[in-house]
């Protein structure tokens, strides 16, 4: 009972402190830029997912901002999600996508990169112009990192998240105070559902004579720091495309091209119970070559794989009392070439405990 007592007395105090962050939230507003507003009334522009616009976009860490394209997103009736597009080379990172310019800005002399990271969420004063379409092929990667769609504009006259009401509109919405009230709502529930969670983690405890569950993590094979490696850097972090399906978490397999397999060894020490992954070789890979990919627990093979560009194999290994984890692969067919990053992935493998 004295668990369940600190359990519910620290839910309240989280509970608490959303409530205070949401009320101090909800009156901390963004200084008003230093431009030109419209002030005539009228009916919000014909915004649509897909469509580049000119806009004023905030930085993410000062009250500042900047005049800038945009890629819509998702329009709301009371924000307009964006991707921000920066003039500035970014093919160094991989949050960025290059995208061409030319489309629609007949000025331009380079391409452009639309920083996928995050969505920011603007009201429809910050629209400028629309500058047109982008790229459908662009497009097709934004819609399988990010939700698109649209649920049309707000009724005019339109009360966004930052523009306030035209005259004979009807009174006019607290939206500070409605979303302070939203938070202390989700505030309560979070305490809630700790309450619950740790009163049930505690009666278990007291069932098991005090000794809680031992934890059940997931950790990405890539995480775990490699013992030993042959034949190149193998066990790196890799967003790999294997078949035709991408595997942003994937571990790096190193090929071995000559008489010995390039290898990557792992010390688990018992420590983990299972090990799943999809093996392959990544899109760079030469065509013609195929490669086997071997997985040995404690020196002893636990699967053997032939996999290609095309051709791919799920991996699901029991690893219960397994104290040295070894990947390795070897060349079976085909010429390797040159590359900067290795041509095997174990795609988006994961060891659990």
Known sequence: MTILAFAALAAWIVWWLLGRTATRTATRTRQPPVRPRA??????????????????????????????????????????????????????????????TLDWDRTADHDSFLDISAPIHLGWHDLDHRAGTIDAFVWQQVRQLHPTGSSGPPPYPGTGPSGGSHPGSGPSVDWSRTRALALRAAGAAVAFLLVLCCGLGCLDIVRQGGQPDAAKPE???????????EGGESGQQVDSTLGDRRYPEST??????????????????????????????????????????????????????????????????????????????????GTCGTASRPYGALGDAVLLR
């Open 219 to 229: 950790a990405w094979l890539y995480e775990l720091s490699a013992v030993a490696t």
């Open 39 to 100: 002030t005539t009334a009228g009916p919000p522009p014909n915004v649509q997912p897909g469509e580049i616009w000119w806009a004023y976009v905030p930085f993410r860490d000062t009250n500042d901002e900047k005049h800038r394209p945009c890629l819509v997103l998702t329009v709301q009736p009371d924000s307009i999600g964006v991707l921000k597009i920066t003039s500035q080379d970014k093919s160094h990172r991989r949050d960025h996508l290059r995208i061409p």
């Open 252 to 333: 790096g397999l190193w090929v071995g091209c000559e008489s010995s397999p390039a290898s990557v060894t792992y010390q688990l020490d018992g420590g983990y119970r299972r090990l799943t992954a999809t093996a392959g070789l990544d899109a760079h890979t030469p065509q013609n070559l195929t490669a086997r990919i071997v997985v040995s627990a404690d020196g002893k093979s636990r699967v053997s794989v032939t996999v290609s560009r095309k051709t791919t194999a799920r991996v699901d290994v029991d690893l219960t009392g397994v104290r040295l984890l070894t990947l390795s692969a070897q060349r079976t067919r």
